[in-house]
């Protein structure tokens, strides 16, 4: 036998040998793994976070679903690289895999913090309000605290009651809130401190927004690579807006596209939505848990939906752009106007200082304490949330979003 052949048929062999190798079989996708343990336990905790989660916290998820007198199922998982995207989708493909009404929790763990999605799926023909709707008319929504699960699974399952069926929606126990807030109505004198630090460097203001900007960017503060992290419910709150605003800017920008001929005018229109909804795309995907980021990926969708509606881009509420448009403007100083929402521009007229979008900063020598600030006393040289005011002083925050360098992401 020549070398050639001898070399085939060991080729041959080979290739009649491999598929017969014992394969390790690849466990099952993630919704087929949780629908399964629901069989025995309606209260799923995965095996990698399961020590880390006290028996008092799983307790509680269990006597609250025990009185909501419908279904509930809850999963808690580690938040793993990959889920971000997966994860608004797992409740429905979970209720599709048990096929029965029931509310459906998925709560991810990540840093100590704790957020998730869930789905609400009611028995054909019953009535009632959506999760959604009861959610957002909970005052005390913002102030549940993330750093345990049962708090936040607690109250998703009393707002499903409510709308299940109308039982009033009781108060959350003052354990499962952060502490108070300061009263947003008086400016103390840290509000005052950081008006008088905006007005410093916009004193003279002569070639507008520009200078600002330009100030702005040069003024230096300590620890400027503040991560705004905090408070925590309240960014689980502004991420769960910014995702659905940006569905639906892709829904709309798709129902544009289905016209059987777009004018020129709507093809502008079209194109600028989604120049719009790739940079808030960037930006959720980027960072879910920085709230900058995830408000910055809110007002960009938001103005989205009025770009392919033909509508005028609005700007933001300058002081907080999680607020309606920006769509008056007021004087921030007597040489500076900035955009404000109806309910910030009152609050100005009457001499007080808007709350604000407030973030967290590390602080001290060592950064170890933290302080809440407005936004826009942070640093904005590698933020262009803080740099353009959430595209509030210049309309240019989805350029920057996608000119930024890589390692300000
Ligand atoms: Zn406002």
Not at 94 to 118: E, I
Not at 137 to 159: F, S, Y
Not at 331 to 347: I, L
Request: aromatic share 4%.
């Amino acid at each position: 036998m020549s070398v050639l052949l001898r070399r085939l048929a060991t080729l041959l062999a080979a290739l009649v040998v491999l598929p017969v190798l014992p394969v390790h079989a690849a466990p099952p996708p993630l919704p087929d793994r949780i629908a399964a343990a629901w069989r025995t336990d309606r209260v799923y905790v995965d095996a990698r976070i399961a020590p880390a989660i006290p028996l008092s916290e799983l307790a509680r998820i269990r006597a609250e679903s025990t009185r909501a007198g419908f279904a509930v199922y809850v999963a808690l998982i580690p938040r793993t690289p990959g889920l971000s995207e997966k994860l608004h989708d797992l409740p429905t493909l979970l209720q599709a895999r048990v096929g029965q009404p029931g509310l459906y929790v998925v709560a991810t763990v990540s840093d100590n913090h704790w957020s998730g999605a869930d789905g609400l799926f009611r028995p054909g023909g019953l009535k009632g309000r959506s999760l959604t709707s009861v959610r957002s008319d909970d005052k005390q929504r913002l102030q549940i605290v993330d750093d345990r699960p049962a708090p936040g699974i607690v109250r998703t399952i009393q707002q499903a009651a409510t709308a299940y069926d109308g039982r009033p929606l009781p108060a959350a126990l003052a354990s499962d809130l952060e502490p108070p807030r300061r009263s947003r109505d008086t400016p103390s004198i840290t509000d005052l401190e950081d008006r008088s630090v905006f007005i410093g460097v916009c004193v003279g203001g002569l070639a507008g927004f520009l200078l600002v900007l330009v100030l702005t960017l040069t003024r230096r503060r300590p620890s400027n690579r503040a991560k705004a992290a905090e408070p925590t419910a309240y960014r689980k709150e502004i991420r769960r807006q910014a995702d659905q605003a940006i569905k639906q800017a892709a829904r709309a920008v798709q129902q544009l596209e289905k016209r059987p001929k777009l004018s020129v005018t709507q093809l502008d229109h079209r194109d600028e939505a989604n120049r719009r909804l790739d940079a808030a795309r960037a930006l959720r995907a980027d960072q879910p848990d920085d709230l900058l980021a995830v408000t910055g990926a809110l007002v960009l969708a938001r103005q989205a939906q009025q770009a392919v509606a033909g509508r005028p881009v609005q700007p933001p509420c300058f002081f907080d752009p999680t607020h309606r448009s920006g769509t008056t403007r007021v004087a921030w100083d007597d040489d500076v106007e900035v955009p404000a929402c109806r309910t910030c521009e009152q609050k100005l007229r009457k001499g007080k200082t808007p709350y604000g979008l407030r973030v967290s900063r590390s602080t001290g020598l060592l950064g170890r304490s933290r302080e809440v600030v407005p936004y826009w006393t942070l640093d904005p040289e590698d933020n262009p949330m803080v740099a353009s005011g959430f595209g509030a002083l210049t309309d240019d925050l989805a350029d920057r979003v996608r000119k930024r360098p890589e390692d300000a992401r």
